[in-house]
């Protein structure tokens, strides 16, 4: 996803390439406040986190309060647009949290094993047009 992103010029930032010592959770918060878009790549593990968990409630109320703080303006989408991807190895009746994101948000859903390439371009195709969306394209 990362690679396909970049490939169209779009500025990519993985919390897990966060390096040993810094402040993680500064660094988290600050991307999510320069994000149009956040991608939540949901699988068990990320589930399981609680850093992950808090990550997405952050991501979620800074969305929520958008038009409010001035961060985006109607009639476009408040930002960032989430933008769940969900892991066939997540059992949404074992999380809740999984589960009120499903009911406000649509989900890209991928298949058996990994990410093949024609769910990559989906997850870029969706991710163009939401950052078109905010331009009013």
């Given at each position: 996803?990362?690679?396909?992103l970049?490939?169209?010029?779009?500025?990519?930032w993985?919390?897990?390439?966060?390096?040993?010592?810094?402040?993680?959770?500064?660094?988290?918060?600050?991307?999510?406040k320069?994000?149009?878009?956040?991608?939540?790549?949901?699988?068990?593990?990320?589930?399981?986190s609680?850093?992950?968990k808090?990550?997405?409630?952050?991501?979620?109320?800074?969305?929520?309060?958008?038009?409010?703080?001035?961060?985006?303006?109607?009639?476009?989408p408040?930002?960032p647009?989430?933008?769940?991807?969900?892991f066939?190895d997540?059992?949404?009746?074992?999380?809740g949290?999984?589960e009120?994101l499903?009911?406000?948000?649509?989900?890209?859903?991928v298949?058996?094993?990994?990410?093949?390439?024609?769910e990559?371009?989906?997850?870029?195709e969706?991710?163009?047009s939401?950052?078109?969306?905010?331009?009013?394209?």
């Amino acid at each position: 996803i990362k690679k396909a992103l970049q490939a169209k010029n779009y500025k990519v930032w993985i919390c897990t390439e966060i390096s040993g010592g810094m402040d993680w959770r500064d660094l988290l918060i600050q991307a999510i406040k320069k994000s149009r878009v956040v991608i939540l790549l949901i699988n068990d593990p990320w589930c399981k986190s609680a850093e992950c968990k808090d990550e997405f409630n952050y991501a979620k109320r800074l969305s929520l309060s958008s038009y409010e703080k001035k961060t985006s303006f109607e009639p476009f989408p408040r930002v960032p647009i989430l933008e769940p991807i969900m892991f066939p190895d997540v059992d949404m009746d074992k999380y809740g949290h999984v589960e009120a994101l499903a009911a406000n948000t649509n989900f890209i859903t991928v298949k058996d094993g990994g990410l093949k390439p024609s769910e990559v371009r989906q997850i870029v195709e969706v991710t163009e047009s939401h950052l078109n969306s905010l331009m009013g394209k």
